[in-house]
C-alpha cells in the first residue's frame, strides 16, 4: 500500500529538500516506487538537488489546471531506477493551488507509487497547508539551535491538530559545537527519531554536482543510509555525530532504534 511522507520544519533552510532528495533515492535504491512532489510553489529546489534541472517541462500547477495529464509531468530520474519527481512551479507562488487541490494529486499518485514524499515549503502559511493536508506522515527535520527547535515544536502541534499522528524527526547538521544538546532535542520533541545527520562540508558539494546527500560516500551519507533503513522499519543503531564518550556511555552507547516509517 502506498505511503504518503511529508518534510517539513518550520523553519527555512534546515535542509528539507536536501532529506526529501536523500530519502527518495534511499527508497528508490531500496526497490520501492518512488515520487518526491517539491511543493515549495516559487522556490523549487528539488530539480537541482537531483541534477535535472534543465529536463523540466511541466510542474504541479499544470497538472491541476489541467494543461497536461500527471504522466506528463512526472520526471524519471534517469540515473536512479523507482526514483520520480513532480516539480513545483516556478513562476507562481503557493496561492495557485489549494490543499485539496494537492490531495486530488496524492490520490492519483497513490496507484502509480510506494513512497509519495512532499518538500513542504519553509512557514506554516498556505504552503505548509497544501503540503500537509492529505499524509499519512511526517518527518520533521530541524537543527540543533532554539529557534529551529521552537519552529519544529510548533509545527508537530500543527500537525497534530490536523490529525497527523505519525510524526518522527530527523536532526541535521549536528556539529561538535551546538546551540542545543541533541539530548534536548530529542526530549522536546518527544518523537521517534529517524536519525542524526553530521554538519557535512560536502552537502554544498553534492548540491553542485545534482547528487543527492545519500549518494555520496561522505557521513552525511551514511546517516541518510541509515535513516532510509529504520523509515523501512529496520533496527539499526544510533550514531550521534560528534558525541562524547561521556555521553555515549550514559546512554548505552547508542541505543537501536526500529522507528517504523
Ligand atoms: N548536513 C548538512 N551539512 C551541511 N550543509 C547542509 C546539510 N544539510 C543541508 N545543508 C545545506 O543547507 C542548505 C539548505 O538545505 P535545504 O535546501 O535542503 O534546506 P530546506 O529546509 O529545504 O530550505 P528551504 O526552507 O529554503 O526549503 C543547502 O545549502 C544544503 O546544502
Ligand atoms: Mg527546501
Known amino acids: 500500500m502506498s505511503k504518503s511522507i511529508v518534510i517539513t520544519s518550520g523553519k ?5 529538500s536536501t532529506t526529501a532528495a536523500s530519502i527518495g533515492c534511499g527508497l528508490a535504491g531500496a526497490g520501492y516506487k518512488t515520487v518526491i512532489l517539491d ?20 510542474d504541479i500547477v499544470d497538472v491541476i489546471e ?13 540515473r536512479r531506477e523507482n526514483l520520480f519527481l513532480l ?3 516556478q513562476s507562481t507562488d503557493a496561492s495557485a493551488v489549494s490543499p485539496y487541490d494537492v490531495s486530488a494529486v496524492i490520490s492519483a499518485l497513490r496507484d502509480r507509487f510506494d513512497y509519495i514524499l512532499i518538500d513542504c515549503p519553509a512557514g506554516i502559511g498556505r504552503g505548509f497547508r497544501n503540503a500537509t493536508h492529505d499524509v499519512d506522515s511526517a518527518i520533521i527535520v530541524l537543527t540543533p539551535d532554539t529557534v529551529s527547535l521552537r519552529g519544529a515544536e510548533r509545527v508537530k502541534d500543527l500537525l497534530k491538530m490536523d490529525g497527523i499522528s505519525d510524526v518522527s524527526i530527523i536532526l541535521n547538521r549536528v556539529a561538535r559545537e551546538k546551540g542545543v544538546s541533541t539530548d534536548e532535542c530529542v526530549n522536546r520533541m518527544a518523537c521517534p527519531v529517524l536519525g542524526f545527520v553530521p554538519e557535512d562540508p560536502h552537502a554544498s558539494k553534492c548540491l553542485a ?4 546527500v545519500l549518494e555520496s560516500e561522505t557521513d552525511s551519507g551514511d546517516a541518510f543510509e541509515r535513516i532510509v533503513r529504520r523509515l523501512l522499519g529496520e533496527t539499526v543503531r544510533y550514531r550521534i555525530p560528534f558525541d562524547t564518550l561521556i555521553h555515549k556511555f550514559k546512554t548505552h552507547f547508542g541505543k537501536e532504534s526500529a522507528c517504523k516509517g
Open 12 to 16: 527555512g533552510g534546515v535542509g528539507k
Open 39 to 58: 511543493m515549495d510553489i516559487g522556490l523549487r529546489s528539488l530539480d537541482m538537488l537531483l541534477g535535472i534541472e534543465s529536463n523540466l517541462i511541466y
Open 66 to 78: 489541467g494543461t497536461v495529464g500527471l504522466d506528463d509531468a512526472l520526471f524519471k530520474v534517469d
Open 87 to 89: 516539480p513545483a512551479s
Open 209 to 212: 554536482k545534482g547528487i543527492s
